[in-house]
Antibody, heavy 120, light 113 residues
Framework: QMQLQQSGPGLVRPAETLTLTCSVS??????????WVWIRQPPGQGLDWLGN???????YYNPSLKSRLSLSLDTSTGQLSLALHSVTAADTAVYYC????????????WGQGTRVAVSS | DTVLTQSPDSLAVSLGESATINCRSN????????????LGWFQQKPGQPPKLLIY???TRDSGVPDRFSGSGSGTDFTLTISSLQAEDVAVYYC?????????FGQGTRLEIK
């Protein structure tokens, strides 16, 4: 059974870089059977898609964040990474890593979420 | 972007009754090559990540009770919860994954009347 374990700071200062990691277990992160997704949820609001990462190296970003967002995958450590630069209070949210089936594409497995506040 | 609009925003239903949530897309999510609708439904309870209920518009994920059902095609979709249970209180989101950027509906809050 796939598990996604997230880690990262709960507080980031404005204008700094938010960095989160997601450790994948139960399946190889380089498996072509899955792809990897980042989603966030501002407090009391809905879900916002950030991007998709494929083991092939393809990455799709939300255009609204593309200039500030960097997603990556490390097959040696089995970890996904997210870096969001120049954060503002609007980036305060719960950040989720998740996994989708490459065949049917539905997003099924989710990490526990990391609550991040941007504040000085 | 593919905009998903859910209705209603909130819903109160008596235990044992049925709840219906609608999701309308401004673009088709039907992929003609395989005749699959790339539309899913999630349930989210407070403090928890979303849980996948339905994918391909009408396929229940493994372990999801059969009182949850999805229907629709193209641009109009419905999630039906029959015989509402207390544990079904949650926010429900539709989600399209046919094209990027992936998008979600705004959510429907389901409560017990």
């Amino acid at each position: 059974q796939m598990q996604l374990q997230q880690s990262g700071p709960g507080l980031v200062r404005p204008a700094e870089t938010l960095t989160l990691t997601c450790s994948v277990s139960g399946v190889s992160i380089s498996s072509r059977d899955f792809y990897w997704v980042w989603i966030r949820q501002p407090p009391g609001q809905g879900l916002d898609w950030l991007g998709n990462v494929f083991a092939s190296g393809r990455i799709y970003y939300n255009p609204s964040l593309k200039s500030r967002l960097s997603l990556s995958l490390d097959t040696s450590t089995g970890q996904l990474s997210l870096a969001l630069h120049s954060v503002t209070a609007a980036d305060t949210a719960v950040y989720y890593c998740a996994s989708g089936s490459s065949l049917s594409r539905e997003v099924k497995y989710w990490g526990q979420g990391t609550r991040v506040a941007v504040s000085s | 972007d593919t905009v998903l609009t859910q209705s209603p925003d909130s819903l109160a239903v008596s235990l044992g009754e049925s709840a219906t949530i609608n999701c309308r897309s401004n673009q088709t999510v039907l992929y003609s090559s395989n005749n699959k609708n790339y539309l899913g439904w999630f349930q989210q309870k407070p403090g928890q990540p979303p849980k996948l209920l339905i994918y391909w518009a009408a396929t229940r994920d493994s372990g999801v009770p059969d009182r949850f059902s999805g229907s629709g095609s193209g641009t109009d979709f419905t999630l039906t919860i029959s015989s509402l249970q207390a544990e079904d209180v949650a926010v429900y989101y539709c989600h399209q994954y046919i094209r990027t950027p992936y998008t979600f509906g705004q959510g429907t809050r389901l409560e017990i009347k």
